[in-house]
């Protein structure tokens, strides 16, 4: 607006050569103004314009809506640079539990610049959410989709429960024992370690049914009975001690793997790439350890090792 120009730089010289007009222009447009209001707005001389009290008025007005507008353009641009930012990661909430959550710090000073936002998943998925950077989910591999994990799961408990109760034998029925179970799946589900008593009305042992993943493994550090655990979501509890291996079988490799891929449209930002290769390779250092270790075996991480578990399909992240 040439008069808030004018006003703001004491010159129509000056308002003209910002608004890429002639001198003589920007003065026939502010005596049209005058004229549609009817007063003076500037005492013209040859120092330049000065306002009159009408054009005082008229300016702190004109400024006041220049200035909102620019507020209103800086949190545009503010909003805009966020979302160029962020990062949005759909996880399990029990793997950023138990998983992340111990590296969580180092995770964040490595990418100092990215805004995480996380929607965590307190049991199985279904279906994938749409515009999500990074999704876990199990399915087959695929060639353009980070690998996180092969689905190796295993019974674990407490070093504690399992000083007092002792490994669940292979084909036992779990009399005596507690077992945490994740109220989404069948109870067949555990069929692999406790044979067919699983699917009778009644069930040797005690049963704890929960909604949250996260809170079956805390049950389990706490040694409350025995989880099924997903290696990918485990392995450093396993690592530290905080869970030991319950079962006297071998762990199971279903053969299929923990995904991570994106759902947003258009092509792939290189961070989330980098966070993907970021998770991949901490949780390979843990599998590697893990078979070091023995608590795992190297064979069981093969992908190859392929089991076929009861018809199941396990959708746990």
């Known amino acids: 607006m040439v008069f808030e120009a004018a006003a703001r730089l004491s010159s129509f010289s000056k308002a003209a050569q910002a608004f890429n007009i002639s001198q003589p222009s920007a003065s026939r447009n502010i005596a049209q103004l005058e004229a549609d209001i009817g007063q003076a707005l500037f005492i013209r001389g040859a120092k330049g314009a000065a306002l009159t009290e009408a054009g005082k008025a008229l300016f702190l007005a004109v400024s006041g809506g220049f200035g909102r507008m620019s507020e209103v353009i800086t949190q545009l641009q503010g909003q805009q640079d966020r979302a160029d930012r962020e990062v949005v990661l759909s996880l399990s909430n029990a793997f950023v539990t138990n998983w992340l959550g111990p590296r969580f710090a180092e995770f964040v000073a ?53 000083a007092q109760h002792g490994t669940l034998p292979m084909g036992a029925d779990g009399a005596g024992h507690a077992f945490l179970h994740l109220s989404d799946h069948p109870r067949v589900i555990w069929e692999p370690m406790l044979g067919p008593s699983v699917r009778g009305a009644d069930q040797p042992g005690t049963w704890y049914a929960f909604s949250d993943y996260a809170a079956i493994l805390q049950a389990a550090v706490d040694g409350t009975g025995i989880a099924l655990g997903w290696v990918n979501v485990v392995a450093g509890a396993l690592r530290a001690g905080r869970l030991v291996p319950a079962w006297q079988g071998a762990a199971i490799n279903t053969g299929r793997c ?33 078979g070091r270790d023995g608590l795992v075996p190297d064979h069981v991480m093969d992908r190859s090792a392929t089991q076929t578990v009861g018809g199941l399909s396990y959708t746990v992240e």
């Open 110 to 162: 490595s990418f100092p610049d990215v805004a995480l936002r996380f929607e965590l998943l307190p049991g199985t998925r279904v279906g994938l959410p749409e515009d999500v950077d990074l999704v876990s989910c199990i399915r087959d591999e695929t060639a353009n989709d980070a690998v996180l994990a092969p689905e190796v799961i295993v019974p674990v408990c407490s070093p504690a429960y399992l």
């Open 258 to 290: 923990i995904m991570l891929v994106s759902t947003r449209a258009g092509p792939e930002r290189p961070v989330v790439r980098e966070i993907a290769n970021w998770l991949c390779a901490h949780m390979a250092e843990d599998l590697a350890a893990l």
